[in-house]
């Protein structure tokens, strides 16, 4: 038994593509995304930071980089299904966090699995960094799904996407770093050149100023 097993299942997360089953003009995969998130989270701990919080980056860092390893198990499900039900999301996570487990009992030496059972663990939890993990999540969402608006993809569940994903980061809008995606980066999100601009433009604006947002 050694670490082996883990560092070559690294791999298998190039091959899972996230949104399967839907047309898109580019593909990300698992791995993909979670270098993203560690990179989003990098810079909404900063913004954090700056705002007088102190963050655990530590935390933070294996929190984002560790958010999706558990796919590798059973691949990267349509988020339509995966929250068709609360009792079908509590279900899916059971089984993740049983074959996890199970992968570090029988895989990982036993001195390091206290380290990684936590790190293969639920991250999205009420510590800031679970908080900053939930919001670059759906940032790495946002502009998957913006990327294929922007590319003309005629697959209506792209802009579905975009709206779920905008929705739950307003939901954490008490975050400084949230208030600030909103403020600065979203804005140049929307001035990039594309054909659906002024439809996206609008819908963005009716998110923002629906009943509830503001608060």
């Known amino acids: 038994m050694g670490m082996h097993q883990y560092l070559q299942s690294l791999s298998n997360l190039e091959t899972i593509q996230r ?7 580019q593909n990300h995969s698992v791995a993909a995304h979670s270098f993203k998130v560690a990179e989003t989270a990098q810079f909404l701990g900063d913004v954090e930071e700056n705002a007088g919080q102190t963050v655990n980056w530590r935390a933070l ?3 984002a980089l ?5 796919e590798r198990f059973i691949g990267d499900i349509k988020t339509p299904v995966k929250y068709a039900t609360p009792t079908l999301r509590s279900m899916l996570a059971d089984v993740e966090h049983k074959l996890s487990q199970n992968f570090v009992d029988n895989e990982i030496p ?3 699995r206290a380290a990684y059972s936590s790190r293969l663990s639920e991250g999205k939890d009420d ?3 679970g908080r900053i993990l939930s919001v670059a999540d759906k940032i790495d969402l946002l502009y998957e799904s913006f990327g294929e608006i ?4 005629p697959e209506p569940v792209f802009t579905d996407i975009y709206q779920e994903s905008l929705k739950t ?9 949230v208030q600030y995606f909103l403020k600065a980066v979203l804005p140049e999100m929307l001035a990039e050149p594309f054909t659906n601009q002024d439809q996206l433009r609008t819908l963005t604006h009716q998110i923002l100023a629906a ?3 503001s608060d």
């Open 61 to 63: 860092y294996e929190k």
């Open 150 to 153: 922007q590319k003309g993809n």
């Open 19 to 25: 949104a399967p089953g839907f047309f898109k003009y």
């Open 127 to 129: 510590t800031l960094e």
């Open 169 to 177: 980061i307003l939901s954490f809008q008490q975050l400084a770093s």
């Open 211 to 213: 009943p509830g947002q």
């Open 110 to 112: 036993a001195e390091f």
């Open 66 to 70: 560790n958010h999706d390893y558990n």
